[in-house]
T-cell receptor
Framework: EDQVTQSPEALRLQEGESSSLNCSYT??????LFWYRQDPGKGPEFLFTLYSAGEEKEKERLKATLTKKESFLHITAPKPEDSATYLC?????????????FGEGTQLTVNP | DSGVTQTPKHLITATGQRVTLRCSPR?????VYWYQQSLDQGLQFLIQ???????AKGNILERFSAQQFPDLHSELNLSSLELGDSALYFCASSVGPQNIQYFGAGTRLSVL
């Protein structure tokens, strides 16, 4: 069965304390891995998409990487405004349309 | 602002009732997706429409139905509502080969 697992479930950091969030997946026919940020009561906000192992994408303090079995979201010198839930999602083979299968998310809190 | 508009923002209704949630996709986006987010289930894919036709279906209950109209807006109809249907319902839209999904702000449904 296709599965997406994110860890840790929750992470508390001090401002400036760098860390990484993990997304591991067990799927067949991966057609893309997506990272989203979700603030409480709001819709997910697109951050990155990765398509092949070895690919990396960066945006401000965030960097996403992809291997054959997992993806990491590295947060460098985080600020309180980076506090949010970070969601990982995968897009599967043709027969699945373009649906996304989401992990449960990592709730990140950055304290000043 | 993602450009995806969902109405209403909040809905409070009683068990057994029927409601309609509306979604206007980003200009030019042909695909519309519906997702349900509850506390214990995370974000779950319900259904996808592409240019008016159903493209993919997830674990959508038979009490739920959707359609996409010629102007590309979509509606999700939920009937015979149960307490467990209380959740956030998100619409997303996408276009092009990358199919990056952009999410609306969601409709919070409370069934009392």
């Amino acid at each position: 069965e296709d599965q997406v697992t994110q860890s840790p479930e929750a992470l508390r950091l001090q401002e400036g304390e760098s860390s990484s969030l993990n997304c591991s997946y067990t799927v067949s026919g991966l057609r893309g891995l997506f990272w989203y940020r979700q603030d409480p009561g709001k819709g997910p906000e697109f951050l990155f998409t990765l398509y092949s192992a070895g690919e990396e994408k960066e945006k401000e303090r965030l960097k996403a990487t992809l291997t054959k079995k997992e993806s990491f979201l590295h947060i460098t010198a985080p600020k309180p405004e980076d506090s949010a839930t970070y969601l990982c999602a995968v897009r599967l083979g043709e027969t699945s349309g373009s649906r996304l299968t989401f992990g449960e998310g990592t709730q990140l809190t950055v304290n000043p | 602002d993602s450009g995806v508009t969902q109405t209403p923002k909040h809905l409070i209704t009683a068990t057994g009732q029927r409601v309609t949630l509306r979604c206007s996709p980003r200009s030019g986006d042909l695909s519309v997706y519906w997702y349900q987010q509850s506390l214990d289930q995370g974000l779950q894919f319900l259904i996808q429409y592409y240019n008016g036709e159903e493209r993919a279906k997830g674990n959508i209950l038979e009490r739920f139905s959707a359609q996409q109209f010629p102007d590309l807006h979509s509606e999700l109809n939920l009937s015979s509502l149960e307490l467990g249907d209380s959740a956030l319902y998100f619409c997303a839209s996408s276009v092009g080969p990358q199919n990056i999904q952009y999410f609306g702000a969601g409709t919070r449904l409370s069934v009392l």
